[in-house]
T-cell receptor, first 111, second 111 residues
């Protein structure tokens, strides 16, 4: 099946710093989504981004589908940004939103 | 409120018992999904359903069963055949090929 690799696996940030998370995938996809999982386990959808660039407040994401990667940017990080960020892709082979997840980027923002 | 409701939040199961996790959504979504998450890991797909009275196996369906008798409900049964059921279980829903939304999850522990 499709491989989804996220880097770095762990990241510690000083509050106010910027960071970039990367997601590489091994095959063509119909769509790509970024999620944030808070310490209580709740998964929140951040971006639905099969290609191009989107921004939402201090977060932005870029997907280059032809090169099979996506980037999530966190600017001016806050302690509430802590948690695990997941990249998930819907392989073209399936095409029914059957998402395959990476193992996540564990982010800790310290005051 | 609109959303996805999972219950119970915490569940303890004895060896050899079947347990059922509830998932209800009032978002009028066609598709529903069950994922399993183990510590430090990404999510793995157990079962998914794109329409009432139809469902398909995901990547780790062995030891699990589901039903989709109503559009808003997609219960998951963890059977005694599942050898390592202790995990965090997440239900999700979406309009097909669109953003996926998750419930708050259910923690299952075998005692």
């Amino acid at each position: 099946g499709i491989q989804v690799e996220q880097s770095p696996p762990d990241l510690i940030l000083q509050e106010g710093a910027n960071s970039t998370l990367r997601c590489n995938f091994s095959d063509s996809v119909n769509n790509l989504q970024w999620f944030h999982q808070n310490p209580w386990g709740q998964l929140i959808n951040l971006f639905y981004i099969p290609s191009g660039t989107k921004q939402n407040g201090r977060l932005s994401a870029t997907t280059v589908a032809t090169e099979r990667y996506s980037l999530l940017y966190i600017s001016s990080s806050q302690t509430t940004d802590s948690g695990v960020y997941f990249c998930a892709v819907d392989p073209t082979l399936y095409g029914n939103n059957r998402l395959a997840f990476g193992k996540g980027n564990q982010v800790v923002v310290i005051p | 409120d609109g959303g996805i409701t999972q219950s119970p939040k915490y569940l303890f199961r004895k060896e050899g018992q079947n347990v059922t996790l509830s998932c209800e959504q009032n978002l009028n979504h066609d598709a529903m999904y069950w994922y399993r998450q183990d510590p430090g890991q990404g999510l793995r797909l157990i079962y998914y359903s794109q329409i009432v009275n139809d469902f398909q196996k995901g990547d780790i369906a062995e030891g699990y069963s589901v039903s989709r008798e109503k559009k808003e409900s997609f219960p998951l049964t963890v059977t005694s055949a599942q050898k390592n059921p202790t995990a965090f279980y997440l239900c999700a829903s979406s309009h097909s090929k669109n953003t996926i939304y998750f419930g708050e999850g259910s923690w299952l522990t075998v005692v």
